[in-house]
């Protein structure tokens, strides 16, 4: 009991909470401000383009089944896009092509149909604003064809983790 007292006395059981307090408040803030930034920055990002992202992103891994899924809900996405944003003739295209993707049921021919859906949103990107977060232009030197990632790091769809860094940024959008 003297202990617990000399220790209240001295303010040092309160000054070791208090840090310990102010280090997860700290983490908390960090935390929550990247969270925020996360759901602000695919707040201001229009569906087409996340659901392009996921389907770049199952590409990556290799993964058939998740391709497939992510290009059907692309295909939704467009489906409900204004034709402000995606004119009809575009609209049409690049439903077509996602369908391709979303039947598929072999990786490569997922990834080379990819490459004319990516040409496809590259040139839409340019005409119309799916995002106000940047939009990096990526090119494969081995396929001969370009992606757009919301990300400056290569993670080539065409060869997933055989040749996971090839490639480079060509254009910010």
């Given amino acids: 009991m003297e202990v617990f ?90 439903v077509l092509e996602a369908k391709k993707i979303a039947s598929g049921t072999d990786i490569e021919k997922q990834r080379q149909d990819f490459a004319t859906l990516s040409t496809d949103v590259i040139a839409l990107l340019k005409k119309s604003k799916l995002t106000d977060q940047p939009v990096y232009t990526q090119y494969c030197p081995m396929k001969k064809s370009s992606w757009v990632s919301s990300e400056k790091a290569i993670k080539n769809p065409y060869y997933g983790s055989m040749m996971l860094s090839c490639g480079k940024v060509t254009e910010t959008l």
Wanted: aromatic share 6%; no cysteine; charged share 20%.
């Fill in 5 to 94: 007292l000399h220790t209240l006395s001295t303010g040092n059981a309160f000054t070791k909470k208090n840090k310990q307090m102010k280090k997860i408040f700290l983490m908390l803030s960090i935390v929550t401000a990247a969270f925020a930034q996360s759901v602000f920055a695919q707040k201001n990002t229009s569906p087409i383009l996340v659901k392009y992202y996921a389907l770049k992103d199952a590409l990556v891994a290799g993964d058939v089944k998740i391709a497939s899924q992510s290009s059907g809900e692309l295909v939704k996405a467009l489906d409900g896009a204004d034709t402000k944003l995606v004119p009809s003739a575009n609209k049409k295209t690049l």
